[in-house]
């Protein structure tokens, strides 16, 4: 399995990302990942002592670095250049035992069958994503548990389109699919049952999905204007599902 040419092309804009905006990623995420996404996931995995886990898709592996802190065994996935010399250098500087692979999703071949998948704001980002999605549920044990987070197909644009509509959100051309061209690379908006529907005839259960809203109280001490859109609507979707037996 190689990856494809829209593929390719994809990989090569995240691997000269500039290297100011890969250092100032904190070492546990941006704003919106510290209070919408890494207490979720994490509160949901429990804990993860001596647990198997594949980040697929790790990007600058500071999710990789927050398991393997909790006990974890990760394996990071990552074909982008600029985001695995990252990757590679945290771990000699403070190392935590990461084992590190530099390579598509398409073209990973898994060694193990792991205890949990995770695949991080990655698969809106690929342009040929089933066959990665396929890959993270061919990576995992029967009854292994597999967790997508994603940018909300509903909410994309929140938080600018809250600002610039006075409080208020508006989406068009939901069940459409098309690029969103961003300022290093694009995304891909599909509607949340593509991704849904794929997951479950890959053999996976749904066991549960959370749309995550702020805490009012981290909203107002932020100082950020608009960031209030992110207590009465959900930014982002965390899926949890299990692979059958």
């Given at each position: 399995?190689?990856?494809?040419?829209?593929?390719?092309?994809?990989?090569?804009?995240?691997a000269v990302l500039p290297d100011e905006l890969i250092r100032n990623?904190?070492?546990?995420?941006?704003?919106a990942k510290r209070n919408l996404i890494n207490p979720h996931l994490l509160a949901e995995l429990g804990d993860l002592s001596g647990v198997s886990?594949?980040?697929a898709g790790a990007g600058d592996g500071y999710l990789s670095r927050i398991l393997a802190g909790a006990?974890?065994?990760?394996?990071?996935?990552?074909?982008?250049?600029?985001?695995?010399?990252?990757?590679?250098?945290?771990?000699?500087?403070?190392?935590?035992?990461?084992?590190?692979?530099q390579t598509g999703l398409l073209e990973y071949e898994p060694e193990q069958a792991f205890d949990v998948v995770v695949c991080s704001m990655v698969l809106m980002a690929i342009p040929d994503w089933r066959p990665a999605l396929e890959t993270c549920v061919r990576s995992l044990r029967p009854g292994g548990r597999l967790v997508i987070n994603l940018v909300h197909p509903a909410f994309e644009n929140l938080w600018t389109t809250w600002r610039e509509n006075g409080g208020s959100y508006r989406v068009d051309?939901?069940?459409?699919e098309y690029e969103l061209p961003g300022p290093y690379a694009s995304d891909f908006h599909r509607p949340l049952?593509?991704?849904?529907?794929?997951?479950?005839?890959?053999?996976?259960?749904?066991?549960?999905?959370?749309?995550p809203g702020l805490d009012p109280k981290v909203a107002a001490e932020s100082g950020t204007e608009g960031i209030e859109a992110y207590v009465d609507l959900p930014n982002f979707v965390i899926i949890f599902a299990e692979r059958a037996a």
């Amino acid at each position: 399995m190689i990856e494809t040419p829209d593929n390719v092309a994809a990989i090569a804009r995240w691997a000269v990302l500039p290297d100011e905006l890969i250092r100032n990623h904190e070492n546990d995420g941006d704003f919106a990942k510290r209070n919408l996404i890494n207490p979720h996931l994490l509160a949901e995995l429990g804990d993860l002592s001596g647990v198997s886990v594949l980040d697929a898709g790790a990007g600058d592996g500071y999710l990789s670095r927050i398991l393997a802190g909790a006990g974890a065994k990760v394996t990071a996935v990552e074909p982008a250049q600029a985001l695995v010399d990252r990757i590679r250098e945290r771990e000699r500087t403070a190392p935590l035992g990461l084992t590190i692979h530099q390579t598509g999703l398409l073209e990973y071949e898994p060694e193990q069958a792991f205890d949990v998948v995770v695949c991080s704001m990655v698969l809106m980002a690929i342009p040929d994503w089933r066959p990665a999605l396929e890959t993270c549920v061919r990576s995992l044990r029967p009854g292994g548990r597999l967790v997508i987070n994603l940018v909300h197909p509903a909410f994309e644009n929140l938080w600018t389109t809250w600002r610039e509509n006075g409080g208020s959100y508006r989406v068009d051309r939901y069940l459409s699919e098309y690029e969103l061209p961003g300022p290093y690379a694009s995304d891909f908006h599909r509607p949340l049952s593509a991704y849904l529907n794929a997951i479950m005839e890959s053999g996976c259960l749904l066991r549960k999905v959370i749309e995550p809203g702020l805490d009012p109280k981290v909203a107002a001490e932020s100082g950020t204007e608009g960031i209030e859109a992110y207590v009465d609507l959900p930014n982002f979707v965390i899926i949890f599902a299990e692979r059958a037996a």
